[in-house]
Nanobody, 116 residues
Framework: QVQLVESGGGLVQSGGSLRLSCAVP?????????MRWYRQAPGKGRELVAS???????YYDDFVKGRFTISRDNDQNTVYLQMNSLKPEDTAVYYC?????????WGQGTQVTVSS
């Protein structure tokens, strides 16, 4: 069983920043095909925000490009999502996932609320 532990969510004003963390205790994140961040806003489906592969390639959805940065610390078995210039529409529960083809493991989610 793979455990993912997210942290770093909270309430921030529009234009502010937050950094989310996703720790994977006891497992090397380098061994996963990809580490991803998703989000789910109230009444909406879960959407992919950003991902980073084991080779270091990154992907960002258009609505976060230039504002969010995904990174990882292999020694700490942790993936980060630095979120800058936050907007009220970024309000959602953010989920970390570890993709080990064909299985996607999920964290419990962390709430991010951006006030206007």
């Amino acid at each position: 069983q793979v455990q993912l532990v997210e942290s770093g969510g909270g309430l921030v004003q529009s234009g502010g920043s937050l950094r989310l963390s996703c720790a994977v205790p006891g497992r090397s994140i380098f061994n996963f095909n990809a580490m991803r961040w998703y989000r789910q806003a109230p009444g909406k489906g879960r959407e992919l925000v950003a991902s980073i592969t084991s080779g270091g390639s990154t992907y960002y959805d258009d609505f976060v490009k230039g504002r969010f940065t995904i990174s990882r610390d292999n020694d700490q078995n942790t993936v980060y999502l630095q979120m800058n210039s936050l907007k009220p529409e970024d309000t959602a529960v953010y989920y970390c996932s570890a993709f080990d083809r064909p299985i996607n493991y999920w964290g419990q989610g962390t709430q991010v609320t951006v006030s206007s």
